[in-house]
């Protein structure tokens, strides 16, 4: 059975860091495009990184471009989502998803077929 487990989401004060976790299983994990988004209240979800299969190509959302770092380790099938600098705009739930359907890294959830069930980052004094 296919899965994605997201870990690592918590509350942080205004210029601190957060390292997201995405685990992998059921699936032959380096076919597949891995993207990073997220979904804040009363907003629609966003694309916030990919990274491709063999994670030799990424890209960024404008509004994290600098602060984040996305990065996989296909031996342990774990896409990483580090995070720093962060903002009280960066709140949101933050979830990964897989596609094996493009061939290029796609900010469109519409793109992604695997869910994660989603990990809470709170940006707060």
């Known amino acids: 059975q296919l899965q994605l487990v997201e870990s690592g989401g918590g509350l942080v004060q205004p210029g601190g860091s957060l390292r997201l976790s995405c685990a992998a299983s059921g699936f032959t994990f380096n076919d597949y495009y891995i993207g990073w988004f997220r979904q804040a209240p009363g907003k629609e979800r966003e694309g916030v990184s990919c990274?491709?299969?063999?994670?030799?190509?990424?890209n960024y959302a404008d509004s994290v471009k600098a602060r984040y770092t996305i990065s996989r380790d296909n031996a342990k099938n774990t896409v990483y989502l580090q995070m720093n600098s962060l903002k009280p705009e960066d709140t949101a739930v933050y979830y990964c998803a897989a596609t094996s359907r493009t061939y290029y890294c796609s900010g469109y959830p519409y793109d992604y077929d695997y869910w994660g069930q989603g990990t809470q980052v709170t940006v707060s004094s």
């Open positions: 990274v491709s299969p063999n994670g030799g190509s990424t």
